[in-house]
């Protein structure tokens, strides 16, 4: 979900609801207490040079029990990210602590915002050894050290 997709979204919303991937939703108490733009500049595996963009939304619970961030006051709280932080429209990854700091995606049901897991992977697995080159059994040749049936070599 992108940062247009998030602003269509909660104008059709009377209220906000996240909801984490076992299915529970964060208290409805939370704030968004940051709106930003992280680049992440690497090296893959493969040695090929990258680069990512995506806007972090970071959500925290405060005991501040009364509080209930409205859609249109998140609206604006984006708007004036995108404006005075030149914001693009970008993937939008959140933050929320629970045992620990998780990074999720995010994605919409109609009525709660989905944080939806993320995982790992190589981005290089063709060039850094994790996978084996197909090769046709036809471009085999038998060679002197084949075993031979009952050759007792396996």
């Known amino acids: 979900m992108t940062l247009s997709d998030i602003k269509k979204h909660l104008k059709l919303l009377d209220s906000i609801a996240f909801e984490l991937p076992d299915g529970t939703l964060v208290p409805e108490h939370f704030h968004v207490t940051e709106i930003g733009k992280i680049d992440k500049h690497f090296i893959d595996c493969g040695g090929t040079t990258r ?17 209930r961030l409205h859609p249109e006051k998140l609206i604006h709280i984006i708007e004036l990210s995108e404006d005075v932080l030149g914001l693009d429209d970008l993937p939008i990854e959140v933050e929320y602590q629970g045992e620990t700091i998780g990074k999720y995606g995010l994605e919409f049901d ?30 085999l040749q038998a060679t002197d050290t084949c075993c031979e049936p009952n050759s007792n070599c396996c």
């Open 51 to 67: 680069q990512e963009s995506v806007i972090n939304f970071q959500l925290w619970n405060a005991n501040d029990y009364n509080h």
């Open 110 to 139: 109609g009525t709660h915002f989905l944080l939806t897991s993320k995982h790992t992977d190589c981005l290089a697995k063709s060039s850094c050894g994790t996978t084996k080159p197909k090769v046709k059994l036809s471009a």
